[in-house]
């Protein structure tokens, strides 16, 4: 029998610890589908399909920084986060959202009048990490669905059709310090 060089060893437990490896991130992924749908395992996504929108149709994308965003003791979020809208301009009358939650945590937005003198990310944040949604015109937060629900799990999209007057408006996601992170932005109605 023939034994193994050194050269030949090390090339064998090099490919079996990737091998291992490999394997251990798949577990983790198939686990964590299983113990948290649409959570962080990367092979949680969900993917739906929306019907056709009346109006016009904004795309907006929600994300988060790559990594766990993992909650701090003060209830914020680390890292940074963003919302983006295909367009920053639309007319008037009926206008659809579909958002689409590109990140690896629940998302939402909700649709809120940005007074005239008001610069978006500015709003005052309460003791529970969230911006007041008082005269709130409506949101997506529902996964596969339109309106509310529960947020939009990573890999999946939302959507919602509202009547918009001409005016500017601010989009943002209102769970706890995503706003504070930096999601947000605006829209103007003519």
Same mark, same amino acid.
């Given at each position: 029998?023939?034994?193994?060089?050194?050269?030949?060893?090390?090339?064998?437990?090099?490919?079996?610890?990737?091998?291992?490896? /490999?394997?251990? #991130?798949?577990?983790?992924? !198939?686990?964590? $589908? *299983?113990? +948290?749908? @649409? %959570?962080?395992?990367?092979?949680?996504?969900?993917?739906?399909? /929306?019907?056709? #929108?009346?109006?016009?149709? !904004?795309?907006? $994308? *929600?994300? +988060?920084? @790559? %990594?766990?965003?993992?909650?701090?003791?003060?209830?914020?979020?680390?890292?940074?986060?963003?919302?983006?809208?295909?367009?920053?301009?639309?007319?008037?009358?009926?206008?659809?959202?579909?958002?689409?939650?590109?990140?690896?945590?629940?998302?939402?937005?909700?649709?809120?009048?940005l007074p005239e003198s008001q610069i978006t990310g500015t709003r005052p944040i309460g003791t529970d990490a969230k911006i007041d949604e008082a005269g709130s015109l409506g949101?997506?937060?529902?996964?596969?669905?339109?309106?509310?629900?529960?947020?939009?799990?990573?890999?999946?999209?939302?959507?919602?059709?509202?009547?918009?007057?001409?005016?500017?408006?601010?989009?943002?996601?209102?769970?706890?310090?995503?706003?504070?992170?930096?999601?947000?932005?605006?829209?103007?109605?003519?």
């Open positions: 029998m023939n034994s193994l060089s050194r050269r030949g060893q090390i090339i064998i437990g090099t490919a079996a610890v990737i091998l291992l490896t /490999a394997l251990s #991130l798949v577990a983790v992924g !198939v686990v964590g $589908s *299983l113990v +948290n749908p @649409g %959570g962080t395992g990367f092979l949680s996504r969900t993917r739906c399909v /929306a019907p056709n #929108l009346p109006g016009p149709v !904004v795309s907006v $994308s *929600l994300t +988060n920084m @790559g %990594g766990p965003m993992m909650s701090r003791p003060n209830g914020m979020m680390g890292g940074a986060m963003r919302m983006t809208a295909d367009r920053n301009t639309v007319a008037h009358g009926p206008v659809s959202f579909l958002v689409t939650n590109a990140g690896t945590i629940s998302h939402e937005i909700v649709i809120l009048p949101e997506a937060s529902n996964t596969c669905a339109e309106g509310t629900g529960q947020g939009i799990l990573p890999g999946a999209s939302g959507w919602v059709t509202v009547t918009l007057p001409p005016g500017r408006y601010e989009l943002v996601c209102n769970l706890p310090g995503h706003y504070a992170a930096g999601m947000y932005t605006q829209l103007t109605v003519t």
